[in-house]
């Protein structure tokens, strides 16, 4: 029998896993702190719950997704957190974005309650979490891995075991540096390709085509930048949360990164002018006002 699945968080991408899950006929109970979400995860065919201590109560297998590490503390290790309240054998399943110390500290923190915690970020944005084709790094044992592989592959489509607890949030810490970076670079280029004279949209069909192509060449270009949608899901505050995370991991293991140092500069830059709330790919903007506004 499925165990119930508790999902807490259920903003742009906990909402739409848990959709995704109950279209796969799991049976999915979500809380979060804000009645909006949890109306609008009702709304999904999701059951909402009132307290945390009821997903707690019902549920074997707990998802996160959570805005930042510290949301992720308070949920865990708060006072009325899930440390108090799970039982030996509940597997916690953590997709938020986060500090890798962060996780081995909850894990550590967990294990002699016989309580298993993976941390597993996501990439693929809401449209991904609701067709359930996420790509998901994890961190963790193995066998706990293997335990709720049929979950996670509910909600993914690619899936990499990367190491111990915290190794999943490295590799994606490691991924979204170069996401960012890559905006920048590609605003640049299609930059320099308007200013020399030649239509970007163009320029961007060949770099689609040649060595210079990324992620966001390939999807965040052509889906949001060049006909100014701006709605991916995505916010500039969660993505100035990323490159921050990149910046300090390098500035702990004392490395010299200066393409990741100047990443971060630029994103906290624009928060001049753009907001937190802003869509994450509106930083084409700081390049090129009159091209991507
Ligand atoms: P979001 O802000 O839309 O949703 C987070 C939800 O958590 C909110 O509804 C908030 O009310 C809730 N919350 C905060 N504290 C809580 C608590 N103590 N208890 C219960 N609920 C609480 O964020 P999101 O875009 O869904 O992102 C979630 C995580 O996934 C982040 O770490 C983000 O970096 C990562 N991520 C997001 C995307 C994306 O495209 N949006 C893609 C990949 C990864």
């Known amino acids: 029998m499925n165990p119930i699945i508790g999902v807490i968080g259920l903003g742009n991408m906990?909402?739409?896993?848990?959709?995704?899950?109950?279209?796969?006929?799991?049976?999915?109970?979500?809380?979060?702190l804000s009645d909006t979400a949890r109306q609008?995860?009702?709304?999904?065919?999701?059951?909402?719950?009132?307290?945390l201590d009821d997903i707690a109560r019902q549920c074997?297998?707990?998802?996160?997704?959570?805005?930042?590490?510290?949301?992720?503390?308070?949920?865990?290790?708060?006072?009325?957190?899930?440390?108090k309240q799970l039982?030996?054998?509940?597997?916690?399943?953590?997709?938020?974005?986060?500090?890798?110390?962060?996780?081995r500290k909850i894990a550590n923190a967990f294990a002699p309650q016989g309580i298993e915690f993976i941390d597993a970020p996501v990439s693929g944005g809401p449209a991904g979490a609701a067709a359930g084709t996420m790509s998901m790094v994890i961190g963790g044992k193995l066998d706990t891995y293997h335990l709720?592989?049929?979950?996670?592959?509910?909600?993914?489509?690619?899936?990499?075991?990367?190491?111990?607890?915290?190794?999943?949030?490295?590799?994606?810490?490691?991924?979204?540096?170069?996401a960012a970076a890559h905006l920048i670079t590609t605003s640049e280029a299609l930059t320099l390709a308007e200013k020399a004279g030649v239509d970007p949209s163009k320029v961007l069909e060949a770099i689609n085509a040649g060595s210079g192509r990324s992620g966001a060449s390939q999807a965040m270009f052509p889906t949001w930048v060049m006909n100014k949608a701006y709605d991916s899901g995505f916010t500039?505050?969660?993505?100035?949360?990323?490159?921050?995370?990149?910046?300090a991991l390098a500035?702990?293991?004392?490395?010299?990164?200066?393409?990741?140092?100047?990443?971060?500069?630029?994103?906290?830059?624009?928060?001049?002018?753009?907001?937190?709330?802003?869509?994450?790919?509106?930083?084409?903007?700081?390049?090129?006002?009159?091209?991507?506004?």
Request: hydrophobic fraction near 45%; charged fraction near 15%; charge should be negative.
């Open 14 to 32: 906990g909402r739409n896993m848990a959709a995704t899950l109950v279209g796969k006929g799991f049976s999915v109970i979500g809380f979060d």
């Open 40 to 51: 609008q995860a009702e709304k999904q065919g999701i059951v909402p719950a009132n307290h």
């Open 60 to 83: 074997s297998v707990v998802i996160l997704s959570l805005p930042k590490a510290e949301h992720v503390e308070a949920v865990c290790l708060g006072d009325n957190g899930l440390i």
């Open 87 to 103: 039982t030996s054998g509940t597997i916690v399943i953590d997709t938020t974005t986060s500090i890798p110390e962060m996780s």
């Open 148 to 178: 709720v592989l049929p979950i996670l592959e509910a909600m993914s489509s690619v899936r990499v075991h990367v190491g111990d607890v915290g190794a999943g949030n490295i590799a994606k810490i490691a991924n979204n540096m170069l």
């Open 236 to 247: 500039m505050g969660l993505m100035r949360k990323d490159v921050g995370l990149a910046k």
């Open 251 to 293: 500035q702990n293991l004392e490395l010299n990164l200066p393409m990741t140092m100047k990443t971060a500069e630029l994103w906290q830059q624009s928060a001049a002018v753009l907001p937190d709330s802003d869509d994450f790919c509106c930083i084409a903007q700081c390049t090129n006002p009159s091209l991507f506004a």
